[in-house]
């Protein structure tokens, strides 16, 4: 069961959290968790804080499809060097029509290539770019996934014309990146 009934009521409501939270930080620490139980939609019987209590709120909202639209994706398709990227059906489909399976990593990284086409990443952006995480020093997983991604591509061969490597750099994908929609 939705808690508002419509985008309208829901959107006072925040205005409304926001305000109280504004206020409560005023009052003392045993007056905002008495504050905070009475906002609190949570069937647990533990104090929380006035900053829980309000996002809780919002995300029953969000939960029961009543809050903000999510940003609209700028295109459904990158198309590549005769390759085309699905990205609602997470595909990768050849200029012959021909559907290339991908993992999922595999995928993250063309992606990540595809959003910086003709610029130079480097191992460490690479993992930011696909798994959102540090590397170590000798941190190598990338080298492997780019050589599959190659791989897939049919980008093999002494001297790779599509994904290239840029010594002591990292690596480039050289193709000029169209958006669809």
Same mark, same amino acid.
């Given at each position: 069961m939705a808690p508002y009934r419509n985008l309208n009521a829901w959107k006072h409501?925040?205005?409304? %959290?926001v305000e109280c939270a504004k206020l %409560?930080?005023?009052l003392p620490p045993y007056e905002q968790e008495a504050l905070a139980c009475e906002l609190r939609r949570s069937p647990y019987h533990r104090p929380i804080s006035i900053a829980d209590g309000i996002a809780r709120r919002g !995300?029953? $909202?969000? +939960? %029961? $499809?009543?809050g903000p639209a999510p940003a609209a994706a700028a295109a459904n398709r990158l198309r590549f060097a005769g390759w085309t990227l699905d990205l609602a059906h997470r595909?990768?489909? !050849? !200029?012959? *029509?021909?559907?290339v399976a991908l993992s999922g $990593?595999?995928?993250r990284l063309l992606k990540g290539f595809l959003g910086h086409p003709n610029r130079v990443l480097n191992r460490d952006q690479l993992l930011?770019?696909? +798994? *959102? +995480?540090e590397s170590t020093p000798f941190d190598r997983s990338i080298d492997v996934q780019? *050589?599959?991604? +190659?791989r897939r591509l049919g980008d093999t061969g002494q001297e790779p014309s599509l994904i290239k490597t840029v010594r002591g750099e990292g690596y480039v994908l050289a193709a000029k990146v169209e958006e669809q929609t």
């Open positions: 409501a925040q205005r409304l %959290a %409560a930080r005023r !995300s029953d $909202g969000r +939960r %029961a $499809g009543l595909q990768l489909i !050849s !200029s012959d *029509g021909v559907v $990593g595999e995928y930011d770019l696909t +798994r *959102g +995480r780019v *050589g599959r991604l +190659r």
